[in-house]
């Protein structure tokens, strides 16, 4: 009972990014790179995030209000992917977010979690990037990035034969 | 492995500058001016071909360029076909726009016009070559110091298992994706569709087997109206002989059960949510599929619980469907989609001697423990009508010529650790595999970014301890040797001009729909080659 009332304050601090698939872009709009998620200004409001990387670094960031985590990453040369552009149609900005946060979240929804179904490395606190938007009491907050299998060929490692 | 002679940088530029166009001269950028003056830091002018322009060729190449040891390196892609990206055009289905949308990404990594003195390190596109016919592997190993191969999955799993698989009117899923998406190599297969829906009187039937996405889309394509598809890039060619004009009856069969199944909850909600088409699941059959260790199974993982309670709605639809519609035929729908389990198709019948009339299929049942469940028969057969048979059992990779010893014939992949291909000849430059070809035909096209920097890794790090091949006394560009064997390859631009006819208001069937793909190779290489 008390999770929900936390989820219903929260549904409000942290609105979700309702979107769904747009029809083809422009010829224009290919040329410049398009990114699905809301039109933030620059100017807005930022807090501060930080994305813990596959190989276990750290990077902070300053992140917009109202922008959503893939558009975060994106702006600050971080690797996730976001192959679909943000339409909840891919799996590939899978983030793990820290369990507080993501009860604090509103539910996801049904295609969302459906996504999430295919992610690698899915766990009970995970979200796609591309639908979590940034809020204010986020500040400070790290969310992880899931980690690849390693390449233990590279990283000395001798790998069993078979 | 490498040969180790240093050759200076600029040497190595003007020679190629000879004979490549402008635009694949990289060492006067600033970037490279600064590796110039600073030696000790200055990154080696590799030269390395991916085989292969689909997600893994894209994605190894996105990968490479983001290194820093690669800032005077020149990195070209291959590709058989005049037009990049592999099964993002030639796989994926057309009512999955969204999915396709990868390929922005994709195109911002290829050079192109106005893109060349930002001094970012960009992909050359090589379309319309075919590495092992074209061009020898063994030559490619000549002019580079690296060769990926990512050329995926050009063939199925055989499926003669079943008996009369040469029946008219039986098809891979491969050649019916690839027919509706416009692959230039697949008209053929339009005729054979016609022909075999239109022996379908008053109710046309088909049988799709297999419980992968791919035969997911198959059942969809079928089942959905022209409405549906109108707006979509499916070619006209294609839309024009799947438009219902009878009823029609898709089932999809697989040997196990429905926790078994492969295909992924996204693909199966779709064909709950379809126009005109309803979505038939047998209660019986899920509880066949409910065994102690599919229980386990289930339990054991997210997504087979969602897919559990996905497909126990539906079948608890189709029955209150059923109540609605037994004596009311005006509530009956276009189409239906049964998704069936627990059957083994055991042959393909004729009636006439010569085409498909229908599939006799053998009742299973689940043994084994969870995880490694297997159908074993029950003996009791099902017959099930059809014209139409798409078998989507799998795709798989081939061994082009001179790959043949990593061919791993099982699994249709090539033999690798971590993508490198051992035992490869010491003289000739590193020889690596990613994507399908590498891991086999599974995972979504996120699954090939991981796949891709694995490679890489791989790739850099021997490369670390290596210099680039000091070419030989009559070493050729992939340029000049290309153009000796009289081969006119589509460059980047060459591409664009496919892209911007596919997508002029003229051809298209409506503003919604994003391209009308030109399906054949020699009008594509004519826009290509338009200026
Ligand atoms: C029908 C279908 C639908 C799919 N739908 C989805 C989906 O909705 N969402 C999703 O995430 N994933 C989907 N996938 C999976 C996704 O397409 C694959 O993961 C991905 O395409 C594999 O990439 P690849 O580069 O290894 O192979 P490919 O994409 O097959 O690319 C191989 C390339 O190599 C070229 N080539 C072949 N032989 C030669 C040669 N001898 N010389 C030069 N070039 C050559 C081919 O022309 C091709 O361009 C689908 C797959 C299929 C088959």
Known sequence: MFSNRLRQTASRIAPRLHQKSSSSPSAAAIAKRWHGGPHVAADAPTITVTFLQPDETKKEVAARIGESFLQVAHRNDIDLEGACEGVCACSTCHLIFPMDVYDALEYPEEDEEDMLDMAFGLTESSRLGCQVLISEEMDGIMVEMPKATRNFYVDGHVPQPH | MYRRIQQPLHLLASRISRHCPRQRIRPFTSRSRRALDDDSSSAAAWKIAIVGSGPSGCYTGKYLLKSDAMANSQIDVLDRLPTPYGLVRNGVAPDHPEVKSVHHDFDSLFMKDGNEDNGQNLLNFYGNVTVGTDISLEELREIYDVVVLAYGCESVRPYDFIQNSKLEGILSAREFVSWYNGHVDYEWVGPLVEKALKRGSGQQQVVVIGHGNVALDCARILAKTREELDPTDIAARSLNIIDQQNRREISVIGRRGHVQAAFTIKEARELTRLDDANFVVRKDELDMGRTEASKQEINAARPRK????????????????????????????????????????????????????HVTCERTRLVGDAGSQSAEGTGEMETIEAQLALVSIGYKGVAIPGTEEWYDDKRGILKNTHGLIEGSKEDLGG?????????????????????????????????????????????????????????????????????????????????????????????????????
Not at chain 2, 328 to 352: C, G, I, M, W, Y
Not at chain 2, 473 to 499: A, F, H, Q
């Open chain 2, 431 to 531: 020889l690596y595999v990613s994507g399908w070809l590498k891991r086999g035909p599974s995972g979504i096209i996120g699954t090939n970014i991981t796949d891709a920097k694995d490679t890489v890794a791989s790739i850099l790090h021997a490369l670390k301890s290596s210099s680039p091949v000091d070419p030989k006394e009559g070493w050729k560009s992939i340029d000049e040797t290309l153009k000796e064997k009289g081969i006119n390859p589509v460059n980047w631009d060459g591409y664009r001009r496919i892209d911007a006819e596919e997508r002029s208001p003229s051809r298209k069937r409506s503003e919604l729909q994003p391209r009308e793909k030109i399906c054949s190779r020699e009008e594509q290489l004519k826009a290509a080659f338009s200026s």
């Open chain 2, 306 to 357: 969602r897919m559990e309670k996905l497909l126990t709605d539906a079948a608890a639809a189709t029955s209150a469907m059923k109540n609605n519609t037994d004596d009311d035929d005006s509530q009956k729908k276009a189409a239906e989609v049964h998704l069936r389990f627990l059957l083994n198709p055991t042959s393909f019948e004729t009636k006439d001697g010569s085409s498909l009339s």
